[in-house]
């Protein structure tokens, strides 16, 4: 799946304090972070990064893990430890799976998903010495971190923290987006259709692309929401996709009023009984 960095979620942090102040996101996302702060200072608010949530909740299927991280002093609250799938098993959940690709068996995407499901994972990292490259493909292709060893704990710890912060931001941004819609289009999709076939008084075609051009872009609008609801560890890309595909419908449809007012062309002569009325 799509990694992001700190920065990525410094900068959604940012954007949700703006923006819940009243900054239209499609202002929002053309700043850059530094104009993103000075707005917040303007605003008598500094910037304060979110509070991370609660110890990173770790499930292993990984003994030889286990004992190395109890040598070391990482914040990590380990929920489940076991040497087999079976044994394998936690109350509440827990953010990240650690597994051992060995211990998963012959078909280690379909053990993982039900270890995921048993336990409550966000996310799953499977640490390998070796592996048959179709089956890293796989994993990989689900969305999996794979990590191959020996690696340092220092290097382990820092990987899982990104990927759980990353996991979190975006599904706050999942849950958001779907309490969020962008404004409802000024023209129906049959109007569109009318004016892309329509006559124009005057010697252009301008009502005709600018229709045609709305029509991709609200498809594309509609595609971008699908994908935010699909799509969870891309939700913030899709998102910004979503938001920003309808700012410039809105900005397209502005247009179009001018040239339709212009070539005295009124929306009531666009309008179509709906079906079934």
């Avoid at 008598?44 to 949530?53: H, I, K, L, M, N």
Wanted: proline share 3%; with cysteine.
């Amino acid at each position: 799946g799509r990694r992001y960095n700190d920065d990525d979620v410094e900068r959604l942090q940012l954007l949700k304090q703006l923006t819940s102040r009243g900054l239209a996101i499609r202002v929002a996302v053309e700043m850059s972070d530094e104009e993103l702060v000075k707005k917040l200072r303007e605003l008598g608010q500094p910037f304060v990064a979110a509070a991370e949530d609660a110890t990173v909740r770790v499930a292993l299927l990984h003994p030889q893990l286990e004992v190395r991280l109890k040598a070391v002093n990482f914040d990590w609250n380990i929920v489940a430890c076991a040497e087999t799938m079976d044994a394998l098993s936690c109350e509440g959940g827990c953010d990240v799976l650690i597994c051992d690709l060995d211990l998963l068996g012959e078909r280690p995407n379909v053990a993982l998903e039900r270890l995921g499901k048993r336990v409550g994972a966000n996310d799953a990292v499977v640490l390998y010495h070796f592996g048959r490259a179709s089956v890293l493909r796989t994993l990989s292709s689900v969305g999996v971190r794979l990590l191959q060893e020996p690696i340092e704990l220092g290097d382990l710890h820092e990987r899982v923290e990104q990927q759980v912060r990353v996991t979190k931001a975006n599904q706050r941004a999942l849950a958001e987006s779907r309490n969020e819609s962008n404004p409802v289009p000024r023209f129906s999709a049959k109007q569109l259709a009318r004016l892309r076939t329509i006559q124009s008084s005057v010697d252009c075609e301008c009502p005709n692309h600018l229709a045609s051009l709305l029509t991709s872009l609200s498809a594309f609008e509609r595609y971008s929401k699908g994908c935010v609801n699909s799509s969870p560890e891309d939700a913030l890309l899709h998102r910004r996709l979503y938001e920003g595909t309808g700012a410039v419908r809105q900005f397209m449809e502005q247009l179009l009023e001018q040239v339709l007012a212009e070539d005295g062309i009124s929306l009531e002569s666009l309008s179509f009984e709906e079906p079934g009325k």
